[in-house]
């Protein structure tokens, strides 16, 4: 769930191996075309975890319910 946790916080702009139809677990790749504002900000918010320890995805505590709740959906939005 932790990695199904990060693709949430990343908005959908990164893409797990594992969701393909012939699974990669090892696979990430970003899922948005060069130049999609989405890119851009999630570039400014991996900045601001590096200058902030302890911040962002993988930091968080991904048994919250809510956190479980956006993890699921990430996953019916991605999955093929």
Not at 16 to 28: A, Y
Not at 52 to 79: K, N
Request: with cysteine; glycine share 12%.
């Amino acid at each position: 769930m932790v990695v199904r946790d990060i693709l949430a916080e990343c908005g959908g702009v990164i893409r797990w191996g594992g969701d393909e139809s012939v699974p990669k677990e090892s696979h990430f790749q970003i899922d948005v075309a060069p130049g999609d504002r989405r890119l851009k900000a999630l570039a400014g918010r991996i900045d601001a975890w590096h200058r902030a320890p302890g911040q962002g995805p993988g930091a968080i505590d991904a048994s919250l319910p809510e956190r479980q709740r956006a993890a699921r959906a990430m996953e019916r939005v991605q999955a093929r």
